[in-house]
């Protein structure tokens, strides 16, 4: 007699197919991709009204600590996923044919020297340009309803105990000061980027401006992020090599993170 109690499973095995083949399309619709990149944020917005920012007042630490923990709650399941894909193509956990731009064209020698330069770049502009920020928040965001939202860097941790203060950016450190953005760089540059390398010029200029915007969390920096941002990514598209936002981006924030730390453990911060 035939078998027809394991046919109600196909349906389910087909849909998932199905997605896998759509993600992991060589061209993404602007549609999709659009969607790609803001659905992570305005989760990661979710999470925090929903999850962290509770469980952070509750112990009363500063607010900052729950930015981090709705970024780890998205963006964990969200490197899973981009692994889950590998597995569904590869049979193993991997990022081959899920993350490109990773074949390494670029000489060890060039790109030490274009990471060093754009963490400079980062470094210096993003810092400069915190006056644009503090002016876009003044006159366009101050009815953003988060804890602790202004132009300012350290608005998301004035007026905690010392001891709060160290073990929060000791706690944070590895998260938003490198893995975190090491993530996003897989997802963004190394997943996303090269799907709408069909836009031509305007894929690095598509992928630069909708990251920014993901950050519904700042949506004042925007502007800065846009400026900062836009020649590593240009970079990347142009050389398909996503060592190099890998270094500027996680690397430009282990570094401010690592200054800020030891700022705060000395005592020297504001």
Same mark, same amino acid.
């Given at each position: 007699?035939?078998?027809?109690?394991?046919?109600?499973?196909? =349906?389910?095995?087909?849909?998932?197919? &199905?997605?896998?083949?759509?993600?992991?399309?060589?061209?993404?619709?602007?549609?999709?991709?659009?969607?790609? !990149?803001?659905?992570?944020?305005?989760?990661?917005?979710?999470?925090?009204?929903?999850?962290?920012?509770?469980?952070?007042?509750?112990?009363?630490?500063?607010?900052?600590?729950?930015?981090?923990?709705?970024?780890?709650?998205?963006?964990?399941?969200?490197?899973?996923?981009?692994?889950?894909?590998?597995?569904?193509?590869?049979? &193993?956990?991997?990022?081959?044919?899920?993350?490109?731009?990773?074949?390494? =064209?670029?000489?060890?020698?060039?790109?030490?020297?274009?990471?060093?330069?754009?963490?400079?770049?980062?470094?210096?502009?993003?810092?400069?340009?915190?006056?644009?920020?503090?002016?876009?928040?003044?006159?366009?965001?101050?009815?953003?309803?988060?804890?602790?939202?202004?132009?300012?860097?350290?608005?998301?941790?004035?007026?905690?105990? !010392?001891?709060?203060?160290?073990?929060?950016?000791?706690?944070?450190?590895?998260?938003?000061?490198?893995?975190?953005?090491?993530?996003?760089?897989?997802?963004?540059?190394?997943?996303?980027?090269?799907?709408?390398? !069909?836009? &031509?010029?305007?894929?690095?200029?598509?992928?630069?401006?909708?990251?920014?915007?993901?950050?519904?969390?700042?949506?004042?920096?925007?502007?800065?992020?846009?400026?900062?941002?836009?020649?590593?990514?240009?970079?990347?598209?142009?050389? !398909?090599?996503?060592?190099?936002?890998?270094?500027?981006?996680?690397?430009?924030?282990?570094?401010?993170?690592?200054?800020?730390?030891?700022?705060?453990?000395?005592?020297?911060? =504001?």
């Amino acid at each position: 007699m035939e078998n027809t109690l394991t046919r109600p499973a196909a =349906p389910t095995a087909t849909r998932s197919n &199905r997605l896998v083949d759509l993600l992991l399309a060589d061209r993404h619709s602007l549609a999709l991709s659009t969607a790609l !990149h803001l659905v992570p944020g305005a989760l990661v917005v979710a999470a925090y009204l929903f999850l962290a920012e509770p469980f952070v007042k509750a112990i009363k630490y500063p607010i900052f600590l729950a930015w981090a923990i709705a970024l780890v709650i998205v963006l964990g399941p969200l490197m899973f996923g981009l692994l889950w894909l590998g597995r569904k193509r590869t049979g &193993r956990y991997t990022l081959r044919t899920v993350a490109h731009y990773r074949d390494k =064209p670029i000489s060890r020698g060039k790109i030490i020297a274009l990471i060093a330069g754009l963490i400079v770049w980062m470094t210096v502009v993003s810092l400069s340009l915190v006056p644009l920020d503090n002016f876009v928040f003044d006159n366009f965001f101050t009815w953003i309803p988060f804890e602790g939202a202004g132009g300012s860097a350290t608005t998301y941790i004035d007026g905690y105990s !010392h001891a709060q203060l160290v073990v929060t950016m000791l706690v944070c450190l590895p998260l938003t000061g490198f893995t975190l953005p090491l993530i996003e760089e897989y997802y963004f540059r190394g997943f996303l980027l090269p799907r709408i390398a !069909h836009l &031509r010029w305007g894929a690095p200029v598509l992928n630069t401006v909708l990251f920014s915007v993901y950050h519904f969390w700042a949506p004042w920096t925007v502007l800065s992020k846009i400026v900062f941002l836009f020649p590593a990514v240009w970079l990347v598209w142009r050389k !398909h090599d996503i060592r190099i936002s890998i270094g500027m981006h996680p690397g430009t924030c282990l570094l401010m993170a690592t200054i800020g730390t030891i700022a705060i453990i000395l005592g020297v911060t =504001p």
